[in-house]
């Protein structure tokens, strides 16, 4: 491996046989002395793009990914990126995080976007970017008309910031990805972004997380959700847009026909907004992850909507953390456990959770489900863990259960050891493409073997051996016998 600093070129040359995405910063592996980015490798960058772009060797220069540039830095970075000519054209990814360059870091770097023709990923977060900067990358956005994604998160743009934007992306018809999270965005910013989404009709991803939008700015967006029918993910994390900004959620919900991803967490919707949302839920049936953490849900909205996420035939993910759910809660959870059959991981960190709600949720798991993750920190789980390991002793789909806090150490082993018991079973996974059956070859301590074979409704079909009751026995004998282990311990 060759030190950046003095065999920058030859280290180029040896990366032409490799992926396409140069790496430059702090914690780079293209050097073994970790040292801060120096300028000679910011003068040498349009020499590399020359190198990573001959023809000759079918590769070219597709992404940069600096970190820890100074003012000056971006100066140069600007002018190689200018003198690289047509071979700047070949970048498609700039991520230029945590460089806190500013409006005046902007202003230099506008000069060399414009030749950046192929861009389609630009992420400037951490950027100290304000309102005058964004006048500055707005003039410079019209260039690049094949932008798919664009990161501004963690900066300061402000209302009027989004304002100069919206005028400037009207012309980026390939938008996919929007990120606006941490910059002091109002509800009328909201307003001023609802003007664009009648003109990006590729829009998936929206991301206004800790903003200050409120139930107006949430009323903004359900008002034109019927032009956000190709959005597949939208993020409104810590907005406080209460229970009036979750009933206009949930009502936008029928025109929001390929969300997969609903995070609205930490935004105090209470049981009231979580029973607005369980009344439409038949609508988002693309579903994928909801995230109703930290929103203050008691039983009675954990009641409502149990009944709604039977409509979510492919939730995969939810997060109910840090909420009043309890032992109530808890109960009427693991009653429909069972019904979501694709569920992966359930989150229920510090929702008062003791021994009686985890005995019905370890009822539940003693079933055949699909949960792999099951998140019980910060609850009051103390019976040393004995029910979940009891019903992790039948469930070999679970993987990882974190009961930290709860469960004293002799407890938390009795878990571990089945859930990697599990992890090995997981790892005797193979794909029949000709068939398109998935084959899965349980085999468990005691040497028993059985084969589950998934087809294409995702249903499981058991495919037992011919001795299967000598199996059986042989397994409850072995089963019996780690039981006995544990209460003599």
């Given at each position: 491996?060759?030190?950046?600093?003095?065999?920058?070129?030859?280290?180029m040359?040896?990366?032409?046989?490799?992926?396409?995405?140069?790496?430059?910063?702090?914690?780079?592996?293209?050097?073994?002395?970790?040292?801060?980015?120096?300028?000679?490798?910011?003068?040498?960058?349009?020499?590399?793009?020359?190198?990573?772009?001959?023809?000759?060797?079918?590769?070219?220069?597709r992404?940069?990914?600096?970190?820890?540039?100074?003012?000056?830095?971006?100066q140069?970075?600007?002018?190689?990126?200018?003198?690289?000519?047509?071979?700047?054209?070949?970048?498609?990814?700039?991520?230029?995080?945590?460089?806190?360059?500013?409006?005046?870091?902007?202003?230099?770097?506008?000069?060399?976007?414009?030749?950046?023709?192929?861009?389609?990923?630009?992420?400037?977060?951490?950027?100290?970017?304000?309102?005058?900067?964004?006048?500055?990358?707005?003039?410079?956005?019209?260039?690049?008309?094949?932008?798919?994604k664009?990161?501004?998160?963690?900066?300061?743009?402000?209302?009027?910031?989004?304002?100069?934007?919206?005028?400037?992306?009207?012309?980026?018809?390939?938008?996919?990805?929007?990120?606006?999270?941490?910059?002091?965005?109002?509800?009328?910013?909201?307003?001023?972004?609802?003007?664009?989404?009648?003109?990006?009709?590729?829009?998936?991803?929206?991301?206004?997380?800790?903003?200050?939008?409120?139930?107006?700015?949430?009323?903004?967006?359900?008002?034109?959700?019927?032009?956000?029918?190709?959005?597949?993910?939208?993020?409104?994390?810590?907005?406080?847009?209460?229970?009036?900004?979750?009933?206009?959620?949930?009502?936008?919900?029928?025109?929001?026909?390929?969300?997969?991803?609903?995070?609205?967490?930490?935004?105090?919707?209470?049981?009231?907004?979580?029973?607005?949302?369980?009344?439409?839920?038949?609508?988002?049936?693309s579903?994928?992850?909801?995230?109703?953490?930290?929103?203050?849900?008691?039983?009675?909205?954990?009641?409502?909507?149990?009944?709604?996420?039977?409509?979510?035939?492919?939730?995969?993910?939810?997060?109910?953390?840090?909420?009043?759910?309890?032992?109530?809660?808890?109960?009427?959870?693991?009653?429909?456990?069972?019904?979501?059959?694709?569920?992966?991981?359930?989150?229920?960190y510090?929702?008062?959770?003791?021994?009686?709600?985890?005995?019905?949720?370890?009822?539940?798991?003693?079933?055949?489900?699909?949960?792999?993750t099951?998140?019980?920190?910060?609850?009051?789980?103390?019976?040393?863990?004995?029910?979940?390991?009891?019903?992790?002793?039948?469930?070999?789909?679970?993987?990882?259960?974190?009961?930290?806090?709860?469960?004293?150490?002799?407890?938390?082993?009795?878990?571990?050891?089945?859930?990697?018991?599990?992890?090995?079973?997981?790892?005797?996974?193979?794909?029949?493409?000709?068939n398109?059956?998935?084959?899965?070859?349980?085999?468990?301590?005691?040497?028993v073997?059985w084969?589950?074979?998934?087809?294409?409704d995702?249903?499981?079909?058991?495919?037992?051996?011919k001795?299967?009751?000598?199996?059986?026995?042989?397994?409850?004998?072995?089963?019996?016998?780690?039981?006995?282990?544990?209460?003599?311990?």
């Amino acid at each position: 491996m060759y030190r950046a600093k003095n065999n920058l070129r030859a280290l180029m040359s040896s990366l032409l046989a490799f992926p396409h995405v140069l790496i430059i910063n702090r914690s780079s592996k293209c050097y073994i002395r970790r040292e801060p980015l120096s300028m000679s490798i910011v003068e040498g960058l349009d020499d590399a793009l020359k190198v990573l772009s001959v023809p000759a060797c079918g590769s070219v220069l597709r992404g940069l990914r600096l970190r820890g540039l100074s003012i000056c830095n971006i100066q140069r970075l600007s002018e190689a990126l200018q003198k690289a000519g047509v071979h700047a054209q070949c970048l498609q990814i700039l991520d230029l995080d945590h460089n806190g360059i500013g409006s005046d870091g902007l202003k230099l770097l506008a000069d060399a976007l414009p030749h950046l023709n192929l861009l389609e990923d630009l992420s400037l977060r951490y950027n100290k970017i304000d309102t005058d900067g964004v006048k500055c990358l707005a003039d410079t956005l019209l260039h690049l008309k094949v932008l798919q994604k664009l990161h501004l998160g963690n900066n300061n743009i402000s209302d009027a910031g989004v304002k100069h934007l919206v005028a400037t992306l009207l012309h980026c018809k390939s938008l996919r990805t929007l990120n606006l999270n941490c910059n002091s965005i109002h509800a009328n910013g909201v307003k001023h972004l609802t003007d664009l989404l009648p003109h990006l009709e590729l829009l998936q991803s929206l991301h206004l997380t800790n903003n200050r939008i409120a139930a107006c700015g949430v009323k903004h967006l359900a008002d034109h959700a019927s032009h956000l029918k190709s959005l597949r993910a939208i993020s409104l994390y810590n907005n406080n847009i209460g229970v009036a900004g979750m009933r206009y959620l949930a009502d936008a919900l029928p025109h929001l026909e390929s969300l997969q991803t609903l995070s609205v967490s930490n935004n105090n919707i209470g049981d009231e907004g979580a029973m607005y949302l369980a009344k439409r839920a038949s609508h988002a049936k693309s579903l994928l992850l909801l995230d109703l953490a930290c929103n203050n849900i008691g039983v009675d909205g954990v009641i409502c909507l149990v009944e709604g996420l039977l409509h979510l035939r492919l939730l995969q993910t939810l997060h109910l953390g840090h909420n009043r759910i309890g032992n109530e809660g808890v109960t009427h959870l693991a009653d429909a456990l069972p019904y979501l059959q694709s569920l992966q991981t359930l989150s229920l960190y510090s929702n008062n959770i003791s021994n009686d709600g985890v005995i019905h949720l370890a009822k539940a798991l003693s079933r055949p489900l699909s949960l792999q993750t099951l998140d019980l920190t910060w609850n009051r789980v103390n019976d040393d863990g004995i029910s979940l390991s009891f019903a992790l002793e039948v469930n070999l789909s679970v993987t990882s259960i974190n009961i930290s806090d709860n469960a004293n150490y002799e407890g938390r082993m009795c878990i571990e050891e089945c859930l990697a018991r599990n992890k090995r079973l997981r790892s005797f996974f193979f794909l029949d493409v000709q068939n398109l059956l998935f084959s899965l070859m349980c085999a468990d301590e005691c040497g028993v073997v059985w084969p589950y074979l998934y087809n294409e409704d995702d249903q499981i079909g058991i495919e037992e051996p011919k001795n299967i009751e000598a199996l059986r026995a042989e397994y409850a004998k072995v089963v019996e016998e780690r039981r006995r282990r544990r209460d003599y311990v």
